[in-house]
């Protein structure tokens, strides 16, 4: 199987620790992005030599190749291009392309003989199994082929958040749906060929994220990948969580989680735990707790932390506060993530009248947030389509015209005021969420509704940064009469 990659998904992090800078490798890319790779077809690799022919130009040992290869073919080379085989000598072609030119050379070939030929490109997921999908390419003249693979890896993902793994420790949940584990092999093909699938061990892993356009990332999570390489001594330097605020909020009372990606390369996950710490708004600790990751957790997904409050974490749920999230080393405290700053909103400074609302963000993680005070609730009807009525007496006919149905959308008008910078652009991905999901307190259960297109106001003078409204539509109603 000579196609090789030569453009992979594979990009390249330079983490620090204040002193020494280490390449990490980094696989994951976002699959609502595009997604490129590059195969070249190289039937044949080596180094050429002067030829004993003609004593002129270059000649290779093609080994059992040269049996396909006739004089007068032609063969592709990736250095000189497109030649005619002048002269066969066993195993040992000639081909039009003088020594004096370039000397010895070490290139690939690819022969034209081989007709028909086309490579089966097999992006199969593996974490869990789900089996795979296929791609016929066909290469270029110079044998290279590129293919975009965005869509067969989203083919594996959904949307909906589906069964939520929860292990036994009451902090960690894990969601495969918006996370998988690729691998990408292939057969070759030609008129009388008989190859086998190749067995490429290397893994790949989607996330169903969409960075955007001009991001220094590039759709790969070169910011989010966690790793050992850095240091507890320079958080900034540290890798990010998959969230869209810098400071995310948590409201009391409600289901909170927040997403990070770790990956295989960490080890074992029992090594790792996690911290929160709650602190007064002078900044003096009032609770600091720690839980180890339970040995359960598949490390090459994206997991979730459930950071609702615990029974004890919090003595005075009335003092305003801040938690502090870390994951760390559990024997050293190395912290292999930036800590994460979070502003917690006790249940007694909560409006009565809220909404709360969970979205997929553009990371592939899950950001939260309590619409309270400005809620409307309303009912938008609309037709579903009327019928006439046949009638044959116009004495005693008062209504020819009927409806088929009425269906009715319950809508929902929220906003907020007085934004601050961190949650207005945290709120931004809302309207542009493609999940998201609303909290039914009577039932304790997450409902997914869609938020009506319109516009955010983006900080409307020095005095209002940020306001924002939505209006947000709950699963419709139908009224069916015909």
């Not at 083919?155 to 420790?169: K, N, W």
């Not at 993680?365 to 309590?370: A, P, R, S």
């Not at 005693?396 to 910078?421: A, H, N, R």
């Amino acid at each position: 199987m000579p196609t090789v990659i030569e453009t992979d998904i594979v990009k390249q992090r330079l983490q620090s620790d204040g002193t020494t800078v280490t390449p990490v490798d980094v696989n994951v890319v976002a699959v609502y992005n595009p997604v490129i790779i590059e195969l070249q077809r190289k039937d044949f690799s080596g180094t050429t030599v002067l030829s004993a022919w003609d004593s002129t130009n270059l000649s290779i040992n093609l080994g059992s190749l040269a049996s396909e290869v006739e004089v007068g073919d032609f063969i592709t080379t990736g250095t000189v291009g497109r030649r005619e085989v002048l002269n066969k000598t066993g195993n040992i072609i000639t081909f039009d392309f003088p020594h004096s030119v370039m000397g010895n050379i070490t290139t690939y070939f690819n022969i034209e003989s081989r007709l028909n030929w086309y490579l089966s490109l097999r992006i199969e997921c593996v974490i869990p199994s789900e089996g795979y999908q296929t791609i016929r390419l066909t290469p270029d003249e110079t044998g290279l082929m590129r293919a975009e693979i965005s869509g067969a890896m989203r083919s594996f993902m959904s949307l909906e958040f589906g069964s939520e793994f929860v292990i036994s420790s009451p902090i960690f949940i894990q969601q495969f749906n918006q996370s998988k584990v690729f691998k990408l092999n292939w057969t070759e093909y030609w008129i009388g060929s008989s190859e086998e699938i190749t067995n490429n061990t290397a893994t790949y892993h989607g996330v169903a994220g969409a960075f955007q356009l001009g991001d220094p990332n590039d759709g790969y999570y070169i910011d989010y990948y966690a790793n050992l390489s850095g240091s507890t001594s320079f958080p900034a330097l540290l890798p990010n969580w998959l969230t869209e605020f810098e400071k995310p909020v948590c409201f009391a009372g409600y289901p909170f989680t927040i997403s990070f990606l770790p990956n295989t390369d960490l080890g074992n996950a029992n090594e790792f735990s996690v911290s929160k710490i709650y602190r007064k708004a002078d900044g003096t600790i009032t609770n600091n707790n720690e839980y180890v990751l339970s040995t359960f957790l598949i490390m090459n997904n994206v997991l979730r932390l459930n950071l609702a409050k615990k029974v004890g974490e919090l003595t005075d749920p009335d003092l305003d506060v801040s938690l502090e999230v870390g994951l760390f080393l559990t024997d050293d405290y190395t912290y292999i993530l930036k800590p994460l700053n979070i502003r917690y909103v006790a249940v007694s400074k909560q409006n009565c009248n809220t909404f709360y609302v969970r979205w997929l963000n553009t990371l592939g993680g899950w950001d939260y947030w309590l619409f309270e005070y400005k809620i409307y609730v309303t009912d938008k009807v609309e037709s579903g389509g009327t019928f006439v009525k046949y009638f044959d007496s116009i004495a005693d006919t008062v209504s020819i015209e009927d409806y088929k149905s009425k269906p009715i959308t319950p809508q929902v008008q929220v906003g907020c005021e007085f934004l601050s910078i961190n949650d207005a652009k945290g709120l931004r991905t809302l309207k542009s969420s493609p999940k998201v999901e609303w909290y039914n307190e009577e039932t304790s259960t997450w409902i997914g509704v869609r938020i009506e297109p319109g516009t955010f106001l983006f900080r409307e003078d020095k005095n209002n940064y940020g306001k924002l409204d939505l209006t947000i539509n709950l699963p419709q109603r139908f009224n069916q009469f015909a």
